[in-house]
């Protein structure tokens, strides 16, 4: 049960920090989003498809935005398998 208890402190402790970097990663997602007038998801798209011109910002607004996603894929897979460690210890 130990070794249970260690991992899901340390899966815990994994989200704890995911959400402080992703709380910091929108911080700058809507400094971007003030800046430019557009919400980063239609940043994104238009972006991504080559809409927009490539300034300095765009590039860095652009992986912010990926890193935002990455970080909230990585809570996902967290969370499931929290659920999955659970569901083996019943």
Same mark, same amino acid.
């Given at each position: 049960m130990?070794? !249970?208890t260690s +991992?899901? %402190?340390n899966l815990n402790q994994q989200v704890r920090n995911c959400c402080t970097d992703l709380d910091d990663l929108i911080n700058e997602l809507k400094n971007f989003e003030q800046k430019y007038d557009i919400p980063s998801e239609s940043f994104f798209r +238009? #972006?991504?498809q080559g809409e927009l011109?490539? +300034? %300095?910002? #765009? !590039?860095e607004w652009y992986a912010y935005v990926d890193m935002c996603r990455q970080l909230i894929q990585k809570i996902r897979s967290i969370a499931v398998m929290k659920v999955m460690s659970r569901n083996l210890m019943k």
């Open positions: 130990g070794n !249970f +991992k899901m %402190t +238009k #972006f991504s011109e490539h +300034k %300095t910002d #765009f !590039f």
